[in-house]
């Protein structure tokens, strides 16, 4: 029974967003309307139909399998009252016939059957697109265009210290690795050969790529064994530890990834449903943010609201150390205090950028640094910003800033 009604309710709100989306899609042969609630009826029934659809073409049924046109008799006056399109039924039936829809399956099952290279092949260029899989859902992974924006380039020695949720990283892939990183729109590419703006990424080097959308970089204040360390942190909760060759490399580093991270990352889904209590972080899309840099600001100055609001009520209902629910408890905490931070972070970036009314990174760079008293980093205790009185502020374009290739790339 709870498993029926959590797909119930994740086919109304698809059935919603789908009409608020597509307004026309649904409508009748020879109408045209505009959304309605009501609309949420009738792809609610088309919704519940091609799963069924699916079921009686592709099960292990015996039997004589659905025909189109009893598909679309069986749907006749159930578009809130009004036929469905014909023509849009025949294409769903034919879609579904010639190819089953898959349903969900363990992430890890998924990632093993999942190539780790696609290339395309376009006319009038040899475009290729590459489709890094270096641990995170399959679901929201995006294609990386090569010719993107490069922020940044320069050496950088790398050490594992958490896998995917936060695992410590086993003992025997601990160990620092020098790689020459190439900070390319919102992936930190890591190779083993020196950067050249024409050459091809390897398929090793795609292996080592880390994406840094909804990341966090912050300096690795609680690691005493090198200096000039950053800790980054990603969206899936893993943990590196980059080693630059100086300080000021250290803090340009930390800068360019969280603006570019604040800049592009998109608002995330929401939280999963379920009827389970347990604590579940929602998913961080890794597309590119289609909102204007005054709209991401806003976007992130909301989920500071609503992260600092959660917390306070989270610190409200306290429960007893040694109960069941304490670990459950301790997690939710440790996440809305990080997301708060980030925010924060996120926040501070975004005003810098704006006041500083440019797009050249050594500019904004050069003011924010100048303009920022920074406790432990460009993130202080873990990536708060306290400003000075002239402080400036920073802002993000779409596309790279502004779609070009960054002006005043430092090595």
């Known amino acids: 029974m709870g498993e029926t009604q959590e797909r119930e309710r994740i086919l109304v709100h698809f059935s919603r967003r789908f009409c608020h989306c597509n307004p026309q899609t649904l409508s009748s042969e020879g109408h045209r309307l505009e959304y309605d609630d009501d609309d949420d009826d009738g792809a609610h029934t088309l919704t519940c139909a091609l799963m069924l659809l699916n079921t009686d073409l592709h099960g292990h049924n015996i039997g004589k399998k659905m025909s189109c046109q009893q598909f679309i008799s069986n749907l006749d006056g159930l578009n809130s009252g009004k036929d469905f399109p014909k023509d849009l039924l025949k294409v769903l039936y034919n879609s579904i016939k010639n190819e089953k829809l898959e349903w969900a ?80 729109g919102m992936i930190l590419y890591l190779q083993k050969d020196e950067y050249k703006p024409d050459a091809d990424i390897s398929e090793v080097d795609l292996k080592n790529a880390v994406r840094i959308h909804h990341a966090l970089a912050t300096r690795a204040t609680d690691y005493s064994k090198r200096a000039n360390v950053l800790k980054l942190k990603t969206s899936d909760w893993r943990v590196f530890l980059l080693h630059a060759s100086s300080e000021e490399e250290m803090m340009s580093w930390i800068f360019r990834i969280n603006l570019v991270a604040a800049l592009f990352s998109a608002p995330a889904f929401p939280a999963a449903i379920g009827s389970m209590k347990k604590f579940c972080r929602p998913i961080l899309p890794s597309s590119s943010t289609r909102l204007k840099q005054e709209e991401q600001l806003l976007s992130h100055e909301n989920k500071l609201k609503q992260m600092s609001l959660e917390l306070e009520e989270h610190r409200k209902n306290s429960v007893d150390p040694k109960s069941r629910e304490w670990e459950e408890y301790r997690l939710k905490e440790h996440y809305l205090t990080y997301e708060k931070t980030r925010y924060e972070t996120y926040i501070s970036l975004l005003q810098a950028k704006l006041r500083a009314e440019t797009d050249d990174l050594e500019k904004i760079e050069a003011s924010v640094m100048g303009g920022l008293i920074m406790e432990g980093g460009l993130a202080g205790r873990e990536c708060h910003l306290r400003k000075t009185q002239s402080s400036p502020s920073i802002s993000q374009a779409q596309g790279g800033l502004n779609g070009r290739t960054a002006p005043g790339q430092r090595s």
């Not at 210290?161 to 990283?169: F, I, L, N, P, V």
Request: aromatic letters at 6%; charged letters at 35%.
């Open 105 to 184: 399956v363990e992430e890890e099952e998924l990632r093993k059957s999942l190539s780790e290279l696609v290339e395309e092949h376009c006319e009038g260029g040899s475009k290729r697109v590459a489709r890094v899989t270096d641990g995170h859902n399959p679901f929201i992974a995006i294609p990386v265009q090569l010719n993107a924006v490069t922020y940044k380039h320069g050496v950088l020695t790398r050490k594992s210290h958490a896998d995917m949720d936060g695992k410590r990283t086993p003992r025997g892939r601990r160990g620092w690795k020098k790689f020459y990183a190439v900070l390319k």
